[in-house]
């Protein structure tokens, strides 16, 4: 019996058939969970991971005792367009995961924006 795949497993295998990253545009994937949200900057013709920040990360972490998880977005999309901008890499294809571009997703995408990203 062949097992089916549902919701969000569906929705990031469509978006994923139209999506890939390039070594001078990457994919910036996100993956949120119940406490902290990840974002990672994939090369998918490498196969390499060009940056990573998350909520778990030093200098995202400090000072988030007070923020909410929205808040705690927007600092992980800044710190990742400062990380990929500094690498030279000011152009990425934006990869929701499945998620719906609401609430943290569109938080993130939003501070990478205003810190100088193009989608």
């Known amino acids: 019996m062949a097992m089916q795949i549902v919701g969000r497993e569906r929705r990031k295998l469509r978006i994923r058939r139209k999506i ?6 990457p994919r910036l994937t996100v993956f949120r969970s119940a406490r ?5 900057a994939v090369d998918d013709v ?7 920040v998350s909520t778990l990360s030093p200098d995202v972490r400090t000072g988030n005792e007070e923020l909410n998880k929205t808040d705690e977005a927007k600092k992980v999309g800044t710190a ?13 294809v934006f990869d929701r995961n499945g998620y719906l571009y609401h ?5 993130l995408a939003d ?9």
């Open 20 to 25: 890939s990253g390039t070594s001078e545009r």
């Open 36 to 40: 902290h949200i990840y974002v990672q």
């Open 46 to 52: 490498a196969g390499n991971t060009v940056a990573h």
């Open 80 to 92: 990742i367009a400062k990380a990929l901008i500094a690498k030279g890499i000011d152009k990425v």
């Open 103 to 107: 609430g943290r997703i569109q938080a």
């Open 111 to 119: 501070a990478a924006r205003e810190a100088g990203l193009k989608f």
